[in-house]
């Protein structure tokens, strides 16, 4: 079945013939210059009216060709079942200043946390095709960067774009969850998946862990928590070398409580690559199922009219110079 998407553009098709008969004055009559010479024959009248004859026609055809490719013609295929699945997600990332600690490696360089996060999650997100993400950012409080969308590009550069500091260097983990919460409220089919990402303890905001695990169970979110940190890097001191431990505060109990009591996991990601296996193991979360939908494959058709119409321009501007060409020899030839 074709179909035009543009079907008003046929009232494009009149244009020439009406630019015609309202602006006479662009179209000066023809002064005819007799010149003893140069007779006018019968013979050369009928021939210039029959040039200007199929001139007029070649025009019109090739005119309306050129509109019948703005009406963009289109084949519309067989209805074709397809179902709209997804997943639907928010990043909560901690912003505290802990975060800055350069207790990772990239490529065998040392780096902070919230590069390794950022170089980590960029990936993550990059796989995220067909998904919803939304991206929360917290430190002293918290705050939407990014609402629920399927623009993952934005997504990815707005994380890029996050600076430790930006709102503070204290942790305010419930604010975070309630935040994130609150952004599934009004939503229906979806997986309601918080994927929280910290280093600390909660130690600002004004809703406790406890509450926003209360308001996660009651609204069926689950909460992956992932606790980042080594657990012993070598620094020098005074009296040389040293073993420390760079994750001390962080509140595996708490986070293993949010993530146990919603369903979720609890995930402790030591190094790079402990990060990448925790997001392939994210990668398996089911994805939502909505009523499936009806739709109709499509093909542009417009550059069959379009290029017929090149076509025969190219042909109306090469006829008079292949005439002038072999017009003589045949001449010759008689």
């Known amino acids: 079945m074709i179909e035009f998407a543009w079907w008003w553009a046929a009232l494009l098709w009149p244009l020439p013939w009406l630019v015609w008969q309202l602006l006479p004055a662009a179209h000066p009559p023809l002064v005819a210059l007799?010149?003893?010479?140069l007779p006018v024959t019968a013979e050369t009248t009928i021939e210039r009216s029959s040039r200007l004859g199929w001139r007029k026609w070649l025009a019109g055809l090739i005119w309306t060709l050129l509109v019948l490719s703005l009406m963009q013609p289109q084949w519309l295929g067989e209805p074709v079942s397809a179902r709209n699945e997804g997943r639907e997600m928010i990043l909560a990332i901690d912003l505290s200043g802990s975060m800055e600690i350069a207790d990772m490696e990239i490529?065998?360089?040392?780096?902070?946390?919230l590069t390794m996060v950022k170089h980590v999650m960029g990936d993550f997100i990059a796989r995220r095709v067909g998904d919803r993400l939304g991206l929360i950012l917290f430190a002293d409080t918290a705050y939407v960067q990014a609402p629920m969308s399927y623009d993952r590009d934005s997504i990815k550069q707005l994380l890029d774009e996050a600076e430790l500091r930006l709102i503070g260097e204290r942790t305010a983990i419930g604010d975070a969850i309630a935040l994130?919460?609150?952004?599934f409220?009004?939503?229906e089919q979806s997986n309601k998946i918080i994927i929280l990402l910290t280093d600390g303890q909660n130690t600002a905001g004004n809703v406790s862990p406890e509450q926003?695990?209360?308001?996660a169970q009651y609204h069926g979110v689950k909460i992956y928590a992932i606790g980042v940190g080594a657990e012993e890097?070598?620094?020098e001191g005074y009296f040389g070398q040293r073993r420390v431990n760079p994750s001390r505060d962080l509140d595996e109990d708490m986070l293993r409580n949010l993530a146990n009591s919603?369903?979720?996991?609890?995930f402790r990601a030591r190094s790079t690559s402990e990060l990448e296996q925790i997001y392939?193991?994210?990668?398996?979360?089911?994805?939502?199922?909505?009523e499936s939908q009806q739709r109709r494959p499509q093909t542009a058709l417009f550059f069959w009219p379009l290029g017929l119409a090149w076509a025969m321009m190219l042909l109306a501007g090469l006829l008079p110079w292949l005439l002038r060409r072999f017009r003589p020899a045949a001449g010759g030839r008689s």
């Open 107 to 113: 490529a065998g360089e040392q780096v902070d946390r």
């Open 180 to 183: 994130s919460v609150k952004r």
């Open 185 to 187: 409220i009004a939503r």
């Open 262 to 266: 919603t369903g979720g996991e609890y």
């Open 280 to 290: 392939q193991r994210l990668d398996e979360f089911e994805p939502i199922q909505a």
């Open 233 to 235: 890097v070598i620094v």
């Open 212 to 215: 926003a695990l209360q308001l």
């Open 34 to 37: 007799r010149l003893p010479v």
